[in-house]
């Protein structure tokens, strides 16, 4: 019996997120998740030898809303995840499904070339990634 093809990161990723600098104002980010309709907000690099910072609206609510901060003199960086864990895009999903629960994460970029190429999620994993394996 042949062994199947691995599924992988690339095969499963989504597009929906945006590229940010991490100077903007928490409100200047909300704005830009509303105008482009996503959830996950990547903080650029500041230069090659940076690394990629994340911002999660879950991430807003508990840091800025529930602490009753005003998001217009909270900046992203102040609040952003980083660095950012990421997986390979050529990495089995698999692997990726054991990463996520190692370090209780959900979500993580998808790098190729140290270039950010999409996210891939648990979600995506099971929806896709075991829907086109079954």
């Known amino acids: 019996m ?10 499963v990723l989504m597009n929906q997120y ?8 928490i409100s200047e980010a909300i704005a830009i998740a509303v105008e482009k309709k996503v959830s996950i907000l990547v903080v650029n690099k500041r230069h090659e030898h ?20 005003s998001p217009e003199r909270v900046n992203v960086y102040e609040i952003m995840i980083k660095p950012v864990m990421s997986v ?3 990495m089995d999903i698999r692997y990726t499904a054991r990463l996520f629960d ?4 959900n979500k993580a970029p998808v790098v190729e070339h140290a270039n950010i190429i999409g996210f ?7 929806l896709k990634g075991m829907v ?3």
Do not use: C, H, W
């Not at 190692?102 to 994460?105: A, D, E, L, M």
């Open 50 to 69: 940076d690394e990629y910072g994340m911002l999660l609206l879950s991430d807003i609510a508990r840091k800025v809303l529930a602490t009753n901060k």
């Open 88 to 90: 390979d895009a050529e």
């Open 102 to 105: 190692q370090f209780q994460i």
């Open 120 to 126: 891939v999620t648990y979600d995506d994993i099971v």
């Open 132 to 134: 086109t394996s079954a």
């Open 18 to 25: 945006a590229m940010i600098d991490g100077m903007l104002t």
């Open 2 to 11: 042949k062994p199947s093809t691995p599924i992988k990161n690339r095969d």
